[in-house]
C-alpha cells in the first residue's frame, strides 16, 4: 500500500502565496507522474498541474504564471507553490501519484486532500 499525505492548505486573502506538499510513503518501487488536483464545490474535480519523473511539467491555463509544479525524487515529494492567488482558486487540493509497487505494476493513488480558501 501507498499513503499521501499532504500539508499546506489553508486560508488565504487574494493576491496571497501558499505551498502545498505531498509525501508518498509505503510500499514504493518508483513513481512516474505526480500531480495535484482540485475541486470546488459543485464542480467536477480538475487537473491543476502534473510533472514526470525527469521534471517535465503540465499546467491548468488559468493558473498557469502563477502556480508552480516542483519534485523531489529522492524524498518522493511533489510540491505546488501557488502565488497572486484569487478567490476562484477556492478549493480542495489533492495530491495523486503513479505509483510502481513492483516492476511492470502501475497504481494510481490520492492524497486525502487539502482546503484552500482564497478570501478577504
Known amino acids: 500500500q501507498v499513503q499521501l499525505v499532504e500539508s499546506g492548505g489553508g486560508l488565504v486573502q487574494p493576491g496571497g502565496s501558499l505551498r502545498l506538499s505531498c509525501a508518498a510513503s509505503?510500499?514504493?518501487?518508483?513513481?512516474?507522474?505526480m500531480g495535484w488536483y482540485r475541486q470546488a464545490p459543485g464542480k467536477q474535480r480538475e487537473l491543476v498541474a502534473d510533472?514526470?519523473?525527469?521534471?517535465?511539467?503540465n499546467y491548468e491555463d488559468s493558473v498557469k504564471g502563477r502556480f508552480t509544479i516542483s519534485r523531489d525524487n529522492a524524498k518522493n515529494t511533489v510540491y505546488l507553490a501557488m502565488n497572486s492567488l484569487k478567490p476562484a482558486d477556492t478549493a480542495v487540493y489533492y495530491c495523486n501519484a503513479a505509483v510502481y509497487d513492483r516492476p511492470g505494476y502501475l497504481r494510481h493513488y490520492w492524497g486525502q486532500g487539502t482546503q484552500v480558501t482564497v478570501s478577504s
Open positions: 510533472i514526470t519523473r525527469l521534471g517535465s511539467t
Open positions: 509505503g510500499s514504493i518501487f518508483s513513481i512516474d507522474t
